[in-house]
């Protein structure tokens, strides 16, 4: 069952610094990956996106690398900013039964920066 | 345009009340969508449209009806809903095409508390 007192796993840096998020994912046949960032009383915003073909994909300041063997997804966020405190979703494209796709959601990090 | 609107930002209702929410777009996605997002949560799928029609469904009880008038406009029918049901409700839209899933854009979400 669950237990009480449920958090997000956290992470805080300081001001300059480069960060990484890590996320597991579940599915093996998963062929498409997105990271959110999600500020406090807003809706989650596109960061970036991998497709299963690739290992690595680079953005502005930030670099997806995923693992297919070990399920295994990262952002890194080069030169962490305070407006980068945040929550990062890592979100995996999974097929329905219904032979539709749908995203599904990480639980979630919550990136805090230092000045 | 890289907008997705909804409206209301807040909505308190009773138990016995009926209410809708309303999300627009006119980036021209003809897939829109339909989450679920406790506090400290990830987004949970409700619905998914797909070229106005329904095409997931998870389970959710039939005090949320959606409806998806036409390409730009998706809606949330809320009709005897519980205190449990008090969460932050987003929308997304997103393109389909031969690669399947493209990236989903979020609303700003509705938060709702049902008293």
């Known amino acids: 069952g669950e237990s009480v007192g449920l958090h997000l796993p956290t992470l805080s840096v300081q001001e300059g610094d480069n960060s990484i998020i890590n996320c597991a994912y579940s599915n093996s046949a998963s062929d498409y990956f997105i990271w959110y960032k999600q500020e406090s009383g807003k809706g989650p915003q596109f960061i970036i996106d991998i497709r299963s073909n690739m290992d690595k994909r680079q953005g502005q300041r930030v670099t997806v690398l995923l693992n297919k063997t070990v399920k295994h997804l990262s952002l890194q966020i080069a030169a962490t900013q305070p407006g980068d405190s945040a929550v990062y979703f890592c979100?995996?494209?999974?097929?329905?039964?219904?032979?539709?796709?749908?995203?599904?959601f990480g639980k979630g990090t919550k990136l805090t920066v230092n000045p | 345009d890289t907008e997705v609107t909804q409206t209301p930002k807040h909505l308190v209702m009773g138990m016995t009340n009926k209410k809708s929410l309303k999300c627009e777009q006119h980036?021209?996605?003809?897939?829109m969508y339909w989450y679920k997002q406790k506090a400290k949560k990830p987004p949970e799928l409700m619905f998914v449209y797909s070229y106005e029609k329904l095409s997931i469904n998870e389970s959710v009880p039939s005090r949320f009806s959606p409806e998806c008038p036409n390409s730009s406009l998706l809606n949330l029918h809320l009709h005897a809903l519980q205190p449990e049901d008090s969460a932050l409700y987003l929308c997304?839209?997103?393109?389909?095409?031969?690669?399947?899933?493209?990236?989903?854009?979020f609303g700003p979400g509705t938060r709702l508390t049902v008293t």
């Open positions: 997304a839209s997103s393109q389909e095409g031969p690669l399947g899933t493209y990236e989903q854009y």
């Open positions: 979100a995996e494209n999974m097929e329905t039964q219904g032979g539709s796709e749908k995203l599904v």
């Open positions: 980036m021209g996605h003809r897939a």
